[in-house]
């Protein structure tokens, strides 16, 4: 692990060139972004405001942090999910003087631990994609939450719902950005790119072919459907369980077979979970799981799969 204190912790600073190469990869399909960046890097509208974040650690993340800072900001970054880090891209930004905590593979407490050392630049805004940074903010710092952070931004449904349960009990101190109810977010990012990046997970992981598998997708909202017509538009057998009725007809309609999660274990030979709910396949699925099926998850937390 290479660190300075308060500065950065990332798994291997050697990495850092090759995160470059990646984060430049990545700046060269993000016109938006790097045409803001070109707009407002003279004026520096973010000058004086300290961000915190809690977001995937990844190349096209990379972009939007270094556009913050390029356009004065303060940044200090934790990864939201300790799996979707990318060691080189952290190097990278830590080599660029940015403040970042965080390496594939982290524990639960190292995860906390990240999210703390991001606090202690006293914010005034926060990014979240999950809202544990939030959550941290209101458990641990309330004076932050009181006073100093003037909003955040939540990018994730899962997020937005455990926020908007705060915010009824009168328990959110600040106002929260909801990115996932843009349009272009759960329209276009969680259908087309969850769709995408789900499958290409899975085959990178596994090389598995997937014409003729038959696919089992629990949750027929955005995510799911994303997913679930991808694969069936590589030749797989999608099977969708899902509990809202209205979600059900529509994934009849659109092709899938539906049933429920008791049927699916038996025939299924890859798993996807995309409900944003807790334990969707339990120890009584796996008992009754063809041997060597392959079971992943692409909702928010890992928790939808009770190992
Ligand atoms: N991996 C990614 O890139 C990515 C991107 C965006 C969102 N997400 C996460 O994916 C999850 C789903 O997001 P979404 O936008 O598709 O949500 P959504 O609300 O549109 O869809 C969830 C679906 O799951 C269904 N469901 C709930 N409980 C179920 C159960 N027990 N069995 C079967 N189906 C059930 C719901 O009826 C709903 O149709 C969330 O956790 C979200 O944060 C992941």
């Given at each position: 692990m290479d660190?300075?204190?308060?500065?950065?912790?990332?798994?291997?600073?050697?990495?850092?060139?090759?995160?470059k190469k990646r984060i430049a990869w990545a700046e060269?399909?993000?016109?938006?972004?790097?045409?803001?960046?070109?707009?407002?890097?003279?004026?520096?509208?973010?000058?004086?405001?300290?961000?915190?974040?809690?977001?995937h650690v990844t190349k096209e993340t990379a972009v939007l942090v270094k556009t913050f800072a390029?356009?004065?900001?303060?940044?200090?970054?934790?990864?939201?999910?300790?799996?979707?880090?990318?060691?080189?891209?952290?190097?990278?930004?830590?080599d660029e003087k940015i403040s970042i905590f965080a390496w594939h593979g982290m524990s639960v407490k190292e995860f906390y631990w990240a999210i703390d050392e991001?606090?202690?630049?006293?914010?005034?805004?926060?990014?979240?994609?999950?809202?544990?940074?939030?959550?941290?903010?209101?458990?641990?710092?309330?004076?932050?939450?009181?006073?100093?952070?003037?909003?955040?931004?939540?990018?994730?449904?899962?997020?937005?719902?455990?926020?908007?349960?705060?915010?009824?009990?009168?328990?959110?101190?600040?106002?929260?950005?909801a990115v996932n109810d843009a349009?272009?977010?759960?329209?276009?990012?969680?259908?087309?790119?969850?769709g995408q990046s789900t499958l290409d997970g899975i085959i990178r992981a596994t090389s598995v072919l997937l014409a003729g598998k038959n696919v089992v997708v629990a949750g027929y909202g955005h995510c799911g459907k994303g997913v679930a017509l991808r694969a069936k538009g590589m030749g797989a057998n999608v099977i969708v369980t899902e509990v809202k009725p209205t979600a059900a007809l529509k994934a009849t309609l659109e092709g899938m077979r539906v049933m429920t999660?008791?049927?699916?274990?038996?025939?299924?030979?890859?798993?996807?979970?995309?409900?944003?709910?807790?334990?969707?396949?339990?120890?009584k699925h796996f008992a009754k799981m063809k041997d060597g099926a392959i079971v992943c998850n692409t909702g928010h937390y890992d928790c939808e799969l009770n190992l």
């Open positions: 660190e300075v204190k308060g500065l950065y912790k990332v798994r291997d600073m050697s990495l850092a060139e090759e995160g060269s399909r993000m016109p938006v972004l790097m045409a803001l960046k070109e707009k407002y890097i003279a004026s520096k509208p973010f000058k004086g405001y300290k961000i915190a974040g809690c977001l390029a356009c004065g900001a303060q940044v200090s970054w934790s990864g939201c999910n300790p799996l979707s880090t990318n060691d080189s891209v952290a190097a990278a930004l830590a991001t606090v202690k630049i006293k914010p005034n805004l926060t990014l979240d994609d999950g809202a544990d940074l939030i959550f941290t903010v209101h458990n641990k710092y309330p004076e932050l939450a009181e006073g100093t952070i003037l909003g955040g931004t939540e990018e994730t449904t899962t997020g937005v719902h455990r926020l908007r349960a705060m915010a009824d009990d009168g328990a959110l101190r600040y106002p929260v950005i349009e272009t977010k759960w329209d276009f990012d969680n259908v087309y790119g969850t999660m008791d049927e699916a274990a038996k025939i299924g030979d890859i798993f996807i979970t995309a409900t944003g709910v807790k334990d969707i396949v339990i120890e």
